[in-house]
């Protein structure tokens, strides 16, 4: 049997990336992630392995490669064995690819973590969007961003990056 701490310590790394990737934080996004941890995409090649890539990848997801993002991880479910475990953590997103239609995409991480010095991190996510829909043409987003409470409490809170 795991502590509710470590399980709750799980989820909010979940909620500490999807805060992050809200904020438009590609550094804050890759900080959920152990030194040599992994993101894996089936349907976009080969992973991306190790957290100075990770944050490459994020910050030029969210600056260069979404108009727009929004995301709602939904509860998921933890099984804690010892300083390993695996979640799984469903999640539906409203983004707009730059320059692309607006898409709503349900999806689903499935996640090994591991427990560090610094506490638990993602050692391995695989990601899939088995349904996604392009919504019609001519749908306003209204993508300006609120300014946000620097919480000083919340897990791996950076600062945004400024937007171009």
Not at 62 to 80: C, I, N, P, W, Y
Not at 85 to 96: G, M, N, P, S, Y
Not at 141 to 156: V, Y
Request: charged share 25%; glycine share 8%.
């Amino acid at each position: 049997m795991h502590s509710q701490s470590d399980e709750m310590a799980i989820r909010s790394l979940a909620a500490a990336y999807t805060d992050a990737a809200n904020r438009r934080d590609g550094a804050g996004m890759a900080a959920v992630y152990a030194p040599d941890g992994q993101l894996e995409a089936p349907s976009a090649g080969e992973p991306v392995v190790g957290r100075d890539k990770l944050e490459k990848r994020f910050r030029r997801l969210v600056e260069k490669e979404r108009d727009f993002l929004f995301q709602m991880t939904h509860s998921g479910v933890v099984e804690v064995n010892g300083d390993t475990a695996l979640a799984r953590w469903w999640f539906t997103e409203l983004k707009q690819p730059t320059g692309q239609p607006v898409e709503w995409v349900c999806g689903v991480y499935q996640d090994e973590c591991v427990r560090l010095d610094i506490g638990w991190r993602f050692a391995r996510r695989v990601v899939s969007s088995p349904f996604r829909w392009v919504l019609p043409e001519g749908q306003a987003i209204n993508a300006a961003l609120p300014s946000f409470l620097p919480l000083s409490g919340c897990l791996l809170y950076t600062s945004p990056s400024p937007r171009d």
